[in-house]
């Protein structure tokens, strides 16, 4: 029985494997890089165990237990400060990797018609399912072996072979433990797109319940995978229990996923699918709202993720200063400026780093544009009464609204929770004009999405390499001691570092002329050439 | 002997009833054209064929095993062709007939590369570039170039052009002469009027006229068009004549079979000068039973 139902298993499995064959070798490298580049910026970074002391000190607050757990803060060598600061971010985003390629391989595949060819073949009926299991376990397997050694290579004094392996070993049973959510939940929800939005609503409630658990109520931690990550304490007191429990809920969950599997039909799902308009709503029927309308959720999760992106930075202002006297490398970040407080001088950094995510959305917003041509999309519309110009200026709108609200949110975000940490608040004026000064710079990149869009179609991705060259010399631009020109290859290099600087107008003027006619030219451009589709 | 046989197949969706006692019988070497509209139950049936879905009651049997629990068994020995093909879009067409092939368990490399000749297909591109109708031939080639002995094709020339429609026809006569069986379920009426021995006719989940395409042909009306030297007067009247349409001097009509004698006395009352008579297309059969939905149930005997 057992056989027959899960023939051709393996087969699949290599399948997936040859259709990941690059989607997976770099989620394994990016996330090892990740987890192995930390405790050598931090070995750099705070060398001296009074460094950490005084970071640990920082650390002590609410809302740092919110976001990263609790932590071994009476000893935080380096191993400790890396467990209590990154592991649990990074088990986040293994969940995430889990999540996304779980629901590719299961339901995405199911929608789109193919596992209906698969199963027409000698293939057994849970052959699928358990083949995507047995991938993604071997994943996880492999990053907890890789981030484990590689953590031990690094040769750190208080990060030993045991709590490296744990700290690899957390991250992967994290991975399974999520693999198997998302497998019941491909089988639960009717599409791909509720699988992978159940999903990561289960791991962002996790994260949730064990922040509200962390700061306020230790049982609650309990019910939340996510808890259990900051209870293995890898390298401190390295316990592996977490480890076991997590794999033995995997267990259960692939279990359950398989029970799931075999008792629906295929394209059937177990949630009530509700069913969707009959007509479209008035909103809906002009090219601005259906563009709005398809980039809807995604524009909210970004609000969403800026703002809480604005709280995070905000509410490390309460222990700023005392922070930064004891470490010489962020010193040498923060030029050292007569008549303004060490806190003053970090806005504006933050401020670029802040702007600079910002740009995201809005530049996403207007390349929908050219993903909705590369797709066939278009096409519909413009066989329809739909001139260029009104298909370009509706995306436009859309951009430029968009990045005037995510600047605002993550503003707003940095004041609300900066306000609640520090003794003698800022001025909100203050803020939200340091943050709104980089607005003519972000014209200026959508406006040079416009010009791409409507003159080089082909070469749109540019735009990101560009705002990344921006991140580059202008974040870190202070700690290689680049020449200025370099900074103002960018638009962002031209803005006033409020508070710390004098306003100056001018730049602000003439950075949204050019804006206006990169748009300009890229409209013109979008009438005159081909469209793909 | 019979290949695929379901009896009294049915299959709800919660209250929904997909499908409502479906009997089809397919025998060795035969062809079953499975004709139907749009949501009339045709790709459920199918599915539950290839153990896909599970059927509420009755069953489904293919080579004499159950279709859901045996489905492994049975797919070693069966192909089948979607209507619309979904591809992986990083794979080359290539790739994804080899993988189905292999997946089977068979390998005929001369078949595929002939059929890859046969169908004009580039197999070096990625799927995500392949329009329908080339997406559509990998599946194809993948079928028939798999030693199969039932082959159940769900519309599947639903993207091709007439040339490759052609090819495709050939296919399944070849497949019919080498003794295998198939389901063919299409839209285009010509083409399972050229290639079927058996038609099954479902609408909302019921099988409403099955039988060979002679004997359908028998009890529904013969198609007249008849020129006579004086004009024919109160044909309208006659029992069992539908559609009178006048062209020019003759006169168009359909007879019931039953009736045709009758109608033939008359007409020749008034001096025939020509007369053509032609059996009814599959689409006038097809179009009579979705025209007028009150009419009753005819059962094919």
Known sequence: MWAAISKNTLALSKLIIRLDRIRIPLWLIGIVFFTIMVPIAFDDMYSSQKERDVMAETMENPAMTAMVGPGNLENYTIGAMTSHQMLLLTAVI????????VTRHTRATEEDGRIEMIRSLPVGRLANVNATLLVLVVINILLALISGLGLYALGIESMDLEGSLLYGATLGAT???????????????????????????????AYLVRAIGDVSNETLSWFSPLGWVSQTEAYSTNNWWPVGLMIGVSIILFILANYLNAIRDLGAGFFPSKP????????????????????????????????????????????????FEGNDVLEQLLAEKEGYSLTEQFIPMLMIVLSLLATVPPLMAMLKLKGEEGKNRLEHLFARAVSRNKMMGSYLIIAIINGFMMLSLTAIGLFAAANAVMDESFNFGMIYGAAMVYYPAMLVMIGLAVFLIGVLPKVTSFIWAYLTYSFLVLYLGGLFDFPEWVGKLSPFGYIPQLPVEEMQWL????????????????MVGYNKRDIDG | ??????????????????LDGVNIEVNEGEVYGFIGPNGAGKSTTIRVLL????????TAEIFGKDAWS????????????????????????????DLFVKLRGGNNKNRREELIKKFDL????????????????????AAFSSDADLYILDEPTSGLDPLMEQVFQECVIEAKQAGKSVLLSSHILSEVERLCDQVGIIRQGKIIETGSLAEMRHLTRTNLLVETKQPIISIHELKGVHDVVQKDKAISFQVDTEELDTVMKHVTQFGVVKLESAPPTLEDLFMRHYEDNDSDVRRGS
Not at chain 1, 507 to 522: D, H, K, Q, S
Not at chain 2, 51 to 58: N, P, S
Not at chain 2, 71 to 94: F, M, Q, S
Request: proline fraction near 3%; hydrophobic fraction near 50%.
């Open chain 1, 507 to 522: 730049p602000l003027v003439i950075l949204t002329v050019i804006a206006f006619v990169l748009m300009i030219v890229g």
């Open chain 1, 276 to 323: 969707g308009k009959k007509h479209a709503s008035i909103f809906l029927k002009s090219p601005i709202g259906l563009a709005l309308r398809l980039q809807r959720t995604g524009m909210i999760a970004w609000a969403i993720g800026l703002f809480i992106l604005g709280i995070s930075y905000g509410s490390v202002f309460g222990d700023l200063e005392s922070f």
């Open chain 1, 94 to 101: 293994v969940g995430l990797m889990s999540i996304l390629l």
């Open chain 2, 1 to 18: 002997m019979s290949i695929l046989k379901t009896t009294n197949l049915t299959k709800r969706f919660g209250k929904f009833t997909a």
């Open chain 1, 175 to 205: 991975g399974i433990v999520f693999t198997g959510i998302t497998a019941i939940f491909a089988q639960l929800s009717e599409s791909s797109r509720g699988a992978t939005g159940f999903s990561i609503a289960i791991l962002l409630i």
């Open chain 2, 51 to 58: 153990g896909i879905l599970k059927a509420t009651e009755g």
């Open chain 2, 122 to 141: 580039d197999p070096t591109k990625k799927c995500r570039t392949y329009s329908k109708g080339n997406r559509q031939k990998v599946a194809l080639v």
């Open chain 2, 70 to 97: 045996d489905a492994v068994e049975i797919h070693k020995r069966l192909a089948y062709v979607p209507g619309d093909v979904n591809l992986w879009p990083n794979l080359t067409g290539g790739e994804v007939i």
